[in-house]
């Protein structure tokens, strides 16, 4: 076989590599304070309709300012020449150093808000959702 026959031709190497006009950019461990900048800055767009029982993203910000110890991650998408989108996926608290009136008012409010949540953790010390 020779060089020129093993080697990928360029179509075949343009179809395999990811779209110049596709990044993703990680979001962890975020307030709705740091959400609510990047919006307000012009960084991302938030998610108004959502697909299924994901929430969209002013209904995570509004659970979120009403349980600050939560934190949100997720990722801003920038896709070709539409407006970067803020896409949250999933929501979470460490419940150490709550008192426990807080932990059942935070964790009644959770379990509504999260029951449709494709993964779902509620310990004695931590609360996780996440949406995909």
Not at 36 to 53: E, N, T, Y
Not at 101 to 128: G, P
């Given at each position: 076989m020779s060089v020129a026959a093993s080697a990928p031709s360029s179509a075949n190497t343009a179809?395999?590599?990811e779209p110049p006009w596709f990044h993703v950019h990680t979001v962890a461990d975020r307030t709705a304070e740091d959400l609510i900048r990047v919006l307000r800055l012009g960084f991302a767009v938030g998610v108004v309709r959502s697909r299924g029982p994901v929430p969209t993203t002013a209904g995570v910000l509004a659970f979120?300012?009403?349980?600050p110890a939560m934190r949100a991650h997720g990722r801003v998408e920038y896709?070709?020449?539409s407006r970067p989108r803020l896409v949250v996926?999933?929501?979470e608290c460490d419940l150490e150093g709550h008192s426990a009136n807080h932990r059942a008012a935070l964790r009644s409010d959770f379990e509504c808000f999260?029951?449709?949540a494709t993964d779902y953790i509620d310990t004695v010390e931590y609360l996780y959702a996440r949406w995909t």
């Amino acid at each position: 076989m020779s060089v020129a026959a093993s080697a990928p031709s360029s179509a075949n190497t343009a179809r395999r590599a990811e779209p110049p006009w596709f990044h993703v950019h990680t979001v962890a461990d975020r307030t709705a304070e740091d959400l609510i900048r990047v919006l307000r800055l012009g960084f991302a767009v938030g998610v108004v309709r959502s697909r299924g029982p994901v929430p969209t993203t002013a209904g995570v910000l509004a659970f979120l300012r009403r349980w600050p110890a939560m934190r949100a991650h997720g990722r801003v998408e920038y896709l070709g020449s539409s407006r970067p989108r803020l896409v949250v996926e999933g929501i979470e608290c460490d419940l150490e150093g709550h008192s426990a009136n807080h932990r059942a008012a935070l964790r009644s409010d959770f379990e509504c808000f999260c029951r449709h949540a494709t993964d779902y953790i509620d310990t004695v010390e931590y609360l996780y959702a996440r949406w995909t």
